[in-house]
């Protein structure tokens, strides 16, 4: 059996494992000119953690996670506000959490992959015909399997199922990162999650290693327009924040090193179409604020690939992958929208106020575990009985 896998991101490269686990021949092209070096620390948890714990990458994971001890929100004149114990997190979720950044997720990824598995930059699919795949160097691939794992601006989606504004949720927020190396402002964050506590719009910041700091940010905003120059973008969004945001302006690189999107989701009603199967950010993307996208690209991927290991035909494995797979990630979809935008990014000082009373809360007896829940939520069955 044969697959395309269209981008070389989280869900495609943890698909491709997968697949070539079960004795697939497997292509990987990704329109990109190599790998992705822009990207946020994200905190990762629950089904992802558990598909790549059965795929024997656990300890790789462990080993790419960057050492975090505490969590906490700083407020306009960089006092702190809010301080977690991450460990509290940690605990709340048996120590099945890790932080990583996301570029250092892909690279793990990408390291463990198989040799025989075909992997090509600057290269994408220019259209699809029935099962052969017309790439843009001019090649074709005829195969049983074409994916799209190309993230919310896919590629294969537009192409096998219609245009992005068909599925494309707006949530009304704006999201970028970078890497810049500052040596005083890494001691100040290493080791920890650091956070404004801001109204409608914050900054993160996390020490990496080699005086490197990782800035992660989002604000609200009506217009979904990205701009032409994400830098002067985050400066005029984040300026008067403090003086590590402002610090960390100052450092903003130039902007083909920014990443830069909207913050949305994609809403399907199917993922599959013929050969074509849609995974990850492609097909349910769950937006920055649910905090479990890798998570469920990886999962949402190791069940795609055993559902077809065991069903009769390629359709029917996709059929009953989005029948497995479908609940899980709408309820995140509709956690989201619901409920923890509202608590990731306060639009009112009282929400604020009750978000940091939440937090503080943790820390007394009985109550870590009732109030980390709504933020690391668990399903009912594992990655490996929803796959079985």
């Known amino acids: 059996m044969k697959a395309v896998i269209c981008g070389a991101g989280i869900a495609g490269l943890a698909l491709a494992h997968r697949l070539h686990h079960h004795d697939w021949e497997v292509h990987i092209v990704d329109h990109a000119r190599g790998p992705r070096?822009?990207?946020?620390?994200?905190?990762?948890?629950?089904?992802?953690?558990?598909?790549?714990?059965?795929?024997?990458?656990?300890?790789?994971?462990?080993?790419?996670?960057?050492?975090?001890?505490?969590?906490?929100?700083?407020?306009?004149?960089?006092?702190?506000?809010?301080?977690?114990?991450?460990?509290?997190?940690?605990?709340?979720?048996?120590?099945?959490?890790?932080?990583?950044?996301?570029?250092?997720?892909?690279?793990?990824?990408?390291?463990?992959?198989?040799?025989?598995?075909?992997?090509?930059?600057?290269?994408?699919?220019?259209?699809?015909?029935?099962?052969?795949?017309h790439l843009c160097d001019g090649t074709a691939i005829d195969a049983d399997l074409i994916v799209g794992a190309d993230g919310v601006h896919s590629r294969v989606r537009a192409l096998a199922f219609g245009p992005e504004s068909d599925y494309f949720r707006y949530l009304g927020m704006h999201t970028g990162a970078y890497i810049f190396t500052d040596r005083d402002m890494f001691t100040q964050v290493q080791g920890q999650f650091v956070l404004t506590e801001s109204l409608n719009r914050q900054m993160g910041f996390y020490g990496l290693t080699d005086d490197r700091v990782a800035v992660f940010a989002v604000h609200r905003t009506p217009d979904p327009t990205v701009p032409d120059d994400p830098r002067e973008a985050f400066r005029n969004a984040y300026a008067g924040m403090g003086d590590l945001a402002d610090r960390a302006l100052v450092h903003c690189p130039e902007p083909e090193e920014v990443y830069y999107d909207q913050v949305a989701q994609i809403v399907m009603p199917h993922w599959g179409n013929g050969p074509v199967a849609l995974v990850g950010d492609a097909a349910y993307a769950v937006s920055l604020v649910a905090g479990q996208g890798a998570s469920l690209g990886i999962a949402g991927a190791y069940i795609l690939a055993e559902c077809l290991q065991h069903a009769g035909s390629v359709p029917e494995g996709i059929a009953e992958y989005e029948q497995r797979w479908r609940p899980v990630a709408t309820g995140v979809q509709d956690s989201a929208r619901d409920r923890v935008t509202e608590w990731f990014l306060p639009r009112t000082a009282t929400k604020l106020l009750l978000r940091r009373w939440g937090f503080r809360a943790m820390h007394l007896p009985g109550l870590n575990r009732l109030l980390v829940g709504p933020l690391f939520p668990k399903n009912r069955q594992t990655v490996t009985e929803l796959a079985a």
């Open 37 to 133: 070096a822009q990207g946020y620390m994200i905190d990762f948890f629950g089904p992802g953690y558990e598909a790549l714990t059965a795929m024997g990458l656990g300890d790789r994971l462990r080993e790419h996670a960057s050492p975090v001890k505490e969590f906490r929100y700083i407020d306009g004149h960089d006092r702190t506000t809010v301080s977690i114990d991450y460990r509290l997190f940690a605990k709340a979720l048996d120590g099945e959490i890790a932080s990583v950044m996301r570029p250092a997720l892909e690279q793990m990824l990408r390291d463990t992959l198989p040799s025989q598995v075909d992997l090509r930059y600057r290269t994408t699919i220019d259209h699809i015909d029935g099962n052969r795949v």
